[in-house]
């Protein structure tokens, strides 16, 4: 199979070969649309292709991005951003996976941020390959998507996002507002989407009505609306309330079984509280659980091992129990042994034993 990179841009000028280098001797054709770019973006592409082309920027990704697709002309057709980055392991992966595709649709892992150590702490599967001759169509101004349709497959090829400048700030929030201006009704999915934006330019009120309004909605996806119970508790914690916070946490489990995120965030609750004995068991909840990024929602992937253990951690010590504590932190240490919080307990437990 041959494939097509596709890829929309506007001033990627100190990212932008880092992520064409990853895909020489994959891709066989590479489409670089420019969405207005005023540095070297565009020299920078010709380094890597003579496909380059301009599209007028209209606040509508999906525009852009069907623009792309439309030039794309080998077997099948893939997207990147520009501060996307492939690790040589991955490359290797995607080369064998080249060698072999025959779905439609190929779902590859989405690495979006990190620890200190630069290990993945939140991850997604994202629809990534798709076959040319089927003609898929981006939908959505903002938080664009291809609806999956055809023979889907999931591959564990991890595309990291690493972003070497943030995004534009108020840029997400402006396109909603203009969307909701233009007298656009928002479907479930953008409801969600745009309540995330409220929250993440600060305004907790309006995303509070926002999240409510996508949850009594009952038409979202069972992810996004198991992620919006855990983003409408932080903004009900900010906004000073605590009792409906815990209950929109707990309304998540309406919507399938525990996550781990959520009963992190549970355990948080008890432990702030003294509650260390009902923390500890949401906690190991947590730590028994399995994360299931087939499922295609957002992954906070420490949720399912290192964090539960380094509260458990500090449950245990509060009850008493040194030897659970202990237990608990050297299993943290085993997921991240030179993280400092478990190296200083290390210390501690030393210190502990020195003055028994």
């Given at each position: 199979m041959t494939l097509s990179l596709c890829m929309i841009v506007k001033n990627e000028s100190d990212v932008l070969a880092r992520c064409l280098s990853?895909?020489?001797?994959?891709?066989?054709?590479?489409?670089?649309?420019?969405?207005?770019?005023?540095?070297?973006?565009?020299?920078?592409?010709?380094?890597?292709?003579?496909?380059?082309y301009e599209f007028p920027w209209s606040d509508d990704f999906?525009?852009?991005?069907?623009?792309?697709?439309?030039?794309?002309?080998?077997?099948?057709?893939?997207w990147l951003d520009a501060d996307d980055y492939l690790s040589e392991k991955n490359r290797f992966q995607l080369q064998k996976l080249k060698e072999t595709l025959s779905t439609d649709m190929a779902f590859l892992r989405y690495d979006v941020a990190f620890d200190a150590q630069g290990n993945p702490t939140l991850s997604y599967y994202r629809e990534r390959i798709v076959r040319t001759s089927l003609k898929y169509h981006w939908t959505g101004e903002i938080h664009e998507i291809i609806v999956p349709q055809g023979s889907i497959g999931y591959f564990d090829i991890h595309i990291e996002h690493r972003k070497l400048h943030p995004t534009e700030k108020g840029r997400n929030l402006r396109i909603f507002r203009k969307m909701l201006a233009d007298g656009k009704?928002?479907?479930?999915?953008?409801?969600?989407?745009?309540?995330?934006?409220?929250?993440?330019?600060?305004?907790?009120?309006?995303?509070?009505?926002?999240?409510?309004?996508?949850?009594?909605?009952?038409?979202?996806?069972v992810e996004n609306q198991i992620s919006a119970c855990l983003d409408l508790c932080r903004c009900q914690e900010r906004l000073g309330k605590p009792d409906a916070a815990l209950a929109t946490l707990l309304r998540s489990f309406t919507y399938d079984v525990p996550r781990a995120e959520i009963c992190c965030e549970i355990g948080k609750v008890f432990l702030s509280h003294g509650q260390y004995r009902t923390a500890a068991f949401w906690y190991e909840t947590a730590a028994a659980s399995n994360p299931a990024p087939q499922n295609g929602g957002f992954c906070q992937i420490d949720c399912y091992g290192y964090i539960p253990c380094m509260q458990l951690c500090v449950c245990y010590d509060h009850l008493g129990e040194r030897e659970k504590a202990e237990t608990w932190n050297e299993k943290a240490g085993a997921l991240k042994p030179n993280d400092p919080a478990y190296l200083y307990n290390c210390s501690y437990f030393a210190a502990q034993k020195k003055e028994a």
């Open positions: 990853c895909m020489e001797g994959i891709a066989d054709e590479i489409i670089i649309v420019d969405t207005g770019s005023d540095d070297r973006t565009q020299d920078i592409a010709r380094q890597f292709t003579t496909h380059v999906s525009a852009a991005r069907n623009f792309s697709f439309s030039k794309a002309t080998m077997d099948y057709t893939m009704t928002l479907d479930s999915r953008q409801q969600f989407y745009y309540a995330r934006e409220l929250m993440y330019n600060g305004d907790d009120t309006a995303a509070e009505a926002a999240f409510l309004q996508f949850l009594d909605g009952g038409q979202g996806w």
